[in-house]
């Protein structure tokens, strides 16, 4: 099948390790995949720099045209969760997914996924969740899928 013809799907990205199963796996069942990295939640910046570099270095790699939002606000992300550190994921989750469905709205993609199912450390039914929520508020499916081959550790 052509690429032309194949679903896209937008995968946010939050460091190349972690793309480095999601990536495969899509296109061998059938998917256009593109990357998208969007993570004002990392701190430090130097942290957020380091990620951003590999991913850029595994992109070049495979050949993954990627996606790099340059809205970088911890602050935001550190307000929001003040005096609610125990529900921080929840935050976490919903302005990546927000953006990222948004950005395959404005990018007419079939569908949107995210890295963040690789690491065994994500709540992965919360992930669902909010990724759904964020596919009918933008018209865009939210596609799960568990991702337990991948490397990943980060607990962001």
Not at 93 to 104: E, K, S
Request: hydrophobic residues 30%; aromatic residues 16%; charged residues 25%.
């Amino acid at each position: 099948m052509k690429e032309s013809q194949m679903p896209r799907v937008l995968l946010h990205i939050c460091c190349g390790p972690c793309a480095s199963y999601p990536v495969p796996w899509l296109r061998e069942h059938g998917y256009a995949v593109m990357g998208y990295f969007y993570n004002p939640n990392i701190h430090p910046f130097t942290e957020y720099q380091k990620r951003r570099e590999g991913l850029q270095s595994y992109a070049d790699q495979v050949e993954l045209k990627v996606i790099y939002d340059e809205l970088y606000d911890p602050q935001n992300y550190f307000q929001q969760v003040a005096f609610r550190e125990n529900i921080r994921c929840r935050f976490c989750y919903q302005m990546r997914l927000d953006r990222a469905a948004h950005i395959a709205r404005r990018g007419n993609f079939d569908f949107f996924t995210t890295t963040l199912l690789v690491s065994k450390y994500q709540k992965h039914d919360l992930i669902r969740r909010i990724g759904e929520d964020m596919g009918e508020k933008y018209g865009v499916p939210f596609l799960y899928h568990d991702f337990p081959g991948g490397i990943c550790g980060n607990q962001d």
